[in-house]
């Protein structure tokens, strides 16, 4: 199963962290607990779910990127609990 590779793959090995998140202006809903941030490649304002807080919980240095600087691709792994929200996070290659 998919999701077992991306999290043997999170715990094997400490890389930089790339967060990819929603352009608040893209949202379609909003999440209680959201927190906003900015996207490091435009500096657009973006929307950041829990789960993508949790990931920059453990690891402080993460990179966010908003979803139209960079399009999560098939092998992108989502943040824990991120299955429940529009949002996903991607480890630097
Ligand atoms: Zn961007």
Not at 34 to 56: E, F, L, R
């Amino acid at each position: 199963m998919k999701m077992w590779n991306w999290i043997e793959r999170l715990v094997r090995k400490p890389q930089p962290v790339e967060l990819i998140v929603m352009r608040l202006a893209d949202m379609h809903r909003f999440h209680p607990e959201q927190i906003t941030g900015t996207c490091a490649s435009c500096g657009h304002v973006v929307g950041i779910y829990p789960s993508g807080q949790q990931v920059m919980k453990q690891y402080p240095d993460v990179k966010l990127t908003c979803s139209v600087c960079k399009t999560p691709g098939e092998n992108t792994p989502l943040a824990p609990g991120a299955e429940f929200e529009p949002f996903q996070s991607m480890r630097k290659q």
